[in-house]
């Protein structure tokens, strides 16, 4: 008797073109949150892969490009609809004025980013064929979409698929091939994972589990870089932990000041500290009135400098500003944020979103900021050149790349407060690991809520403050490491790539049908 190998691909191709556009969207959305798992606080980047491999699967049961786009945009919804979650968590902070918007804000975020994943869908099933122009067309054009998704409208690269590498080995290959790359990686794995379902592909799968498997266990090869030297500087990391709805109340902004206050003349549990770092947004008065608060806080510090996060006015501008402090409480150095959160930090359209009554949310009088002039370089005494990053901008790994200069650090200050408990601070952690192993350098990172940290090159944390804990902690600058590939390239050669091969698929399948008719 002859046994018949069941293609467990095959079976599941089919009875998902039967399916129903409404069921079958219900499987994509259910597969898109599977995928998610991957990201912070859940860390199932196993589990990720699988969702990725069930969406390959029914993106090869979709025919046509529309009934592809549907699927693709169901899975992304779903996708966007776990990992963002946390961006209910601001509207929560007023929620007598706010939480009313909460769930429109996670339905229309979440399904407005997944139109990139039904266009990435769609535009693989024109471009590829059935079998492995099928499948290299749906990895390209997925990640082509990512790529669009974090240029587009200001961009917005939070969730990539690449980010379930993160708490894998396989994280310190951003040093070479990016987060558009490590995106690329994930989709194929996913791929990978399908092919093993179908006997006649299974040979070429194992293969390409095992160079995954290589692609996992080289990270380990890599390790990390030697630790800071006896000589390497010491930053202070300051977290006053203030609550949002609490921290533009008069009533608790003297007790969060007095914190960081505290914090910054505490005595140095090794080496005395070189730098003094508070948050985002750290005291609540603006920079043209805050003379006497500043010149507390240079009086605490003794010697060293402090940079801090406050606001500031610029004419009828207001800008979210960051300043070094010299040993006098003058300002020797200001960054003003330039990449601004929209809805949050400024709203799009203003002057009609005015009229129907929204507002800005992200700071106590509602009011949107302008943008500062783009990325800078700023001298930090004794330690060097460092680029400031202000919340957000470390989200985007061409705003770091984009730096005029070269620095020996990236310097990031946050107010996380904004993203809950739960996943967003979390995930936006993660990112600023990614950013120092794209550009091989460290980070040091203070965020008002936490997770402030001193991340070395390699993404590695050498000294943290957990989320929710007041606190400070003195930790030793980690060495930079030589350029990375990535911080020499960019995003342009593999996006250049990416486009030549999906343009190559696309005419070879019109050749063939110019052929065939």
């Known amino acids: 008797m002859v046994r018949v190998r069941t293609d467990h691909a095959t079976r599941f191709e089919t009875r998902a073109r039967r399916l129903f556009l409404r069921r079958l969207m219900g499987v994509a959305a259910t597969l ?15 589990l990720a892969l699988v969702g990725l491999a069930g969406l ?75 079998l492995v122009g099928g499948a290299l067309a749906w990895l390209v054009a997925l990640t082509l979409a990512e ?24 994280a310190i290959h951003a040093a070479f091939i990016g987060p558009y790359g490590l995106t690329a990686a994930a989709l194929a794995m996913g791929v990978v994972l399908w092919s093993l ?17 290589l692609f996992i266990a080289t990270g380990w090869g890599l390790g990390r870089p030697a630790p800071p030297g006896s000589d390497a500087p010491v930053i202070r990391l300051v977290q006053p932990n203030a609550p949002q709805h609490q921290k533009w109340d008069p009533a608790h902004i003297r007790t969060f000041f007095d914190r960081q206050l505290d914090f910054t003349a505490a005595p140095a549990r090794s080496a005395t500290p070189d730098l003094t770092i508070w948050p985002e947004t750290a005291i609540p008065w603006f920079l043209d009135e805050a003379d006497a608060a500043l010149g507390m806080i240079s009086d605490m510090a003794g010697d060293q400098p402090v940079v801090l996060g406050l606001r500031r006015l610029d004419g009828t501008r207001l800008l979210n500003s960051l300043v070094v402090l010299g040993p006098d409480g003058t300002p020797r150095a200001l960054y003003d944020k330039h990449h601004l959160v929209p809805f949050g930090e400024y709203m799009p ?69 904004w993203f809950g408990r739960f996943s967003g601070p979390f995930q936006h952690l993660q990112q600023a690991q990614m950013r120092a192993i794209e550009q091989g350098l460290p980070m040091a990172r203070v965020a008002n809520t936490g997770v402030s940290a001193m991340i070395g090159p390699r993404g590695h944390i050498t000294g943290q403050i957990a989320l929710g804990e007041a606190g400070f902690t003195d930790a030793a600058l980690p060495p930079a490491l030589p350029p990375t590939l990535y911080a020499r390239m960019g995003d342009l050669p593999l996006a250049a790539l990416l486009a030549l091969t999906l343009s190559g698929l696309a005419f070879r399948r019109y050749t063939t049908r110019r052929r065939a008719e």
């Not at 776990?82 to 996670?106: K, S, T």
């Not at 961009?155 to 698929?161: D, H, I, K, M, V």
Request: glycine residues 16%; aromatic residues 14%; charged residues 10%.
């Open 32 to 46: 898109g949150g599977v995928a998610a798992l991957g990201h912070a606080p859940f860390n199932l980047w196993p």
């Open 56 to 130: 390959f699967g029914l993106y090869r049961a979709a025919l046509t490009p529309l009934r592809a786009f549907w699927t693709g945009w169901a899975g992304g919804t779903g996708y966007f609809a776990i990992a963002l979650h946390w961006i209910v968590e601001p509207f929560f902070v007023d929620i007598a004025r706010h939480g009313w918007m909460a769930p429109f804000a996670l339905v229309f975020l979440s399904g407005g980013l997944a139109l990139f994943w039904g266009a990435g869908f769609a535009l693989a099933r024109r471009s590829g064929g059935r």
């Open 147 to 170: 790529m669009a998704r974090a240029y587009l409208f200001t961009g917005f690269p939070w969730a990539l698929p690449g980010y379930i590498w993160a708490p894998s080995p396989a």
């Open 197 to 213: 379902l179908s006997p006649h592909r299974r040979r070429a799968a194992l293969t390409g589990l095992a160079l995954g498997g």
């Open 349 to 417: 359209l203003g002057n009609l979103a005015a009229r129907a009554g929204l507002t800005g949310f992200a700071n106590d009088q509602g009011f949107g900021y302008s943008p500062g002039p783009g990325p800078r370089i700023i001298d930090l005494p004794g330690i060097g050149r460092a680029l400031p990053l202000i919340c957000y901008e470390a989200v985007f790994p061409h705003d770091v790349a984009g730096a005029p200069a070269r620095p020996r650090l990236l310097m990031q200050i946050t107010n996380d407060a």
